[in-house]
């Protein structure tokens, strides 16, 4: 598992939303809710947020299993976004 707890701008983001729509360069879309990410990495990257762990895995083997789209190389991610850690970073 991946954490991320620091952005390239180097500020405070007050949501998980935020912070990975600011650390990802060319974000196609980002939806959900929660401070675990699901980051396909296939095309221009996508992210689902999910309030767990376990549901962001969950997800993950169904992404896997089903791909992602006709661009899907597989290449799909967990990562957990901690924006206690980025305060201090």
Request: hydrophobic share 40%; net charge positive; with cysteine.
């Amino acid at each position: 598992m991946t954490e991320w707890d620091a952005c390239r701008c180097r500020k405070g983001h007050a949501t998980a939303r935020g912070f990975a729509r600011c650390k990802v360069r060319g974000l196609a879309w980002i939806t959900g809710r929660g401070d675990w990410a699901l980051v396909a990495w296939c095309g221009n990257p996508t992210i689902t947020l999910w309030p767990t762990e376990t549901e962001a895995a969950d997800r993950g083997s169904v992404l896997a299993a089903a791909r992602c789209g006709r661009a899907c190389r597989g290449a799909h991610q967990i990562i957990h976004i901690n924006l206690n850690r980025e305060a201090y970073a």
